[in-house]
Nanobody, 117 residues
Framework: QVHLVESGGGLVQPGGSLRLSCAAS????????MGWYRQASGKQRELVAR???????NYADSVAGRFTISRDNSKNTVYLQMNSLKPEDTAVYYC???????????WGEGTLVSVSS
């Protein structure tokens, strides 16, 4: 089983920056894509960004140009650099790992990002 632990969330002012980290452990060799999702209060969970094992990325339109996802395969860790944060970015951010061989998704417990003046 894959275990994902997020860190780096917190309170930041609009226009500020945060970097989220997600460390994967357990049976990780079949993981391909990893990504970040978020869920704001009263809203559905949505994709923020994802990255394949080889580094191919895609982003939600709402964060493109402001957020950058990266990955260190040697450390089994994925990052999300968040710049120019807006109040509407406030949400619980969840790390995701996908295992294509079994079409299984694993999820972290989430880390809260709060953007407020």
């Amino acid at each position: 089983q894959v275990h994902l632990v997020e860190s780096g969330g917190g309170l930041v002012q609009p226009g500020g920056s945060l970097r989220l980290s997600c460390a994967a452990s357990g049976v990780i060799f079949n993981i391909n894509a990893m990504g970040w999702y978020r869920q704001a209060s009263g809203k559905q969970r949505e994709l923020v960004a994802r990255i394949s094992r080889l580094g191919v990325t895609n982003y939600a339109d709402s964060v493109a140009g402001r957020f950058t996802i990266s990955r260190d395969n040697s450390k089994n860790t994925v990052y999300l650099q968040m710049n120019s944060l807006k109040p509407e970015d406030t949400a619980v951010y969840y790390c995701n790992a996908h295992v294509p061989a079994y079409d299984i998704d694993y999820w972290g417990e989430g880390t809260l990002v709060s953007v407020s003046s």
